[in-house]
DNA sequence: TTCTATGCAAACCATTTGCATCCAT
DNA sequence: ATGGATGCAAATGGTTTGCATAGAA
C-alpha cells in the first residue's frame, strides 16, 4: 500500500483544521488520530482498518468515532467513499486536482488507481448522445494484477 | 420503465425453466410470478419494488422468497446484481449477448444503458498497460437526463 | 411419500443514533 | 461553564438463515 509523504500529510491535516476552526468544531485527539491514520496510508481503507490502526495509539477510540470522523472528511471534501465489488465502504484521499479511476485485482485484492484522459473524453461524448449533462461518473477495471498472474 | 416483448419474457423462462430441472429444482407459483414481474419490466428493479408488484398477484409472498429467487436467477446467469449510489441492490436482466454500462439521472433516478466499443478498447488498454489481465468492468456516468434539464 | 420451497421471525452485519459523560474552548 | 465530541449500547435497514409447514415431484 502506498504511503503519503509526511509534509502531504501535513498539508492535509492543515485543510482539516482549518475547516474545523471555520465551522467551529473543535479539534479532538480522536480526529487528529483518524485523520492522520488516514492521510497517511493514502490507500483505500475501511472503518475497520483504520480503528485498528488508531488503536494502537489510544486503545478506548470507538466505532462511532471513526465514521464520524469520516464523515466530516467527506463533508469537507478531503475523502471520498468508495464501494468496489466487497461489502465495506472504503475511503480514499480526494486529490483535488484530477480525478482517477480504479484497477481492482480481483486475487490479492489490491487496487491501483488510474487516470485516462481519452476515456473521460469518450464519456462526455456517450453522455452527450444521450442528452445528458455529465456530472460525475464511476470507472472500475476488475481483474488480475501482473504479481498475481506471474505467481501461477 | 422499458418492458420487455412477451416472447422475450416466455424465452427466458424457457432458460429458467430449463435450468431449474437441470438442478432438480421445483417449478413453484412464487418462483414464475417473482421471474415474471422481473423479466417483463426489463428495468433495474429492487426487492422491494419487485415484491411490491408480485404481491397485486398474490399477496401472501414473502420477502425471503424474493431475495432467494432473485439469488437463483444471478446463479443461472439470468440476472445481475447492480449497486448504483443509492443504498437498495438492483437487478437487471442478463442478456448474454454484450456488455453494457449505465447512464444514472441524478434528478429522476433514471437508469440508461448503452454501450460505447470505443471506451471498452481503451479500458482494455489501461488494464494492459498496468499489467493487468482484465476480467469485467463497470462503469457508471451520473448527470442529469435531457427531460430533467428541460423541465428547468 | 419425500424432500425442496415457502413464510415467518429471528439473526446478521455495517452503519447510525440517543444519551450520559468528557473535554476543548 | 458551556456546548460540541466521545463511547457505549441500542436502534436501524438491508439481507440472510433456522425451522416448522406447505406443496412439487
Redesign the pocket.
Known sequence: MSALPAQDVEALQGQLNAY??R?????????RL?SEVFFRADGHL???EMLALVREQ?A?????????????LVECGLANER?FDD???RFEVAHADSHHDHLICLECKRIIEFEDEEIERLQARAAERHGFKLVSHKLELYGQCAECRGQK
Chains 1, 2 share one sequence.
Open positions: 474545523m476552526e465551522k467551529g468544531l473543535r479539534s479532538t485527539n480522536q480526529r483518524v475501511s472503518i475497520d489510544d478506548k477510540v470507538g466505532y462511532a468515532t471513526v465514521y464520524r470522523t469520516m464523515k466530516l464501494q461489502t465495506v465502504t
